[in-house]
Every structure is written in C-alpha cells, then in structure tokens.
C-alpha cells in the first residue's frame, strides 16, 4: 500500500470508528447534541463522493451495516 491507500483507509476508518461512538452514544444518551451532529456529519460522509472516492463502498451499505452492529451490542 502507497501513502496514499494509508490515509484513505485512516480517514474512512476513523469516520467508522466516530460513526459507531456516536450510535453508542445516542442509544445511552438520546438527547446528546454533539453525538447527534457527530452521527450526522458521518452520514454525510458516507453518502458523499469523496467517500465513494476514498474507498470504492457503497456508504449506504456501511450506514446500514454499521447500525446493525452498534444495535446487537
């Protein structure tokens, strides 16, 4: 792997790692505003060209994914 693959794989993971926090966070807290933004922002991302770009996914899978796992712990 380049430079390059290394910190496309960096951004998209921290995204996940944001993305799974914040799912946590929520399902603990439902009113916590930086948990939502943060949920927020992260789907944005997913959705986004740039992701698509950076990783070759489908966003929409991983959001689905991603939900599913946070919810069976």
């Not at 948990?35 to 740039?50: G, L």
């Amino acid at each position: 792997m380049n430079g390059y693959q290394l910190l496309a794989q960096a951004i998209v993971m921290q995204a996940v790692t944001d993305y799974r926090r914040a799912v946590r966070d929520l399902a603990t807290f439902p009113g916590d505003g930086s948990a939502y933004r943060m949920k927020e922002d992260c789907e944005r991302f997913f959705r986004s060209k740039w992701f698509l770009d950076l990783s070759g996914l489908d966003g929409e899978y991983i959001i689905r994914k991603l939900e599913r796992e946070v919810r069976k712990k």
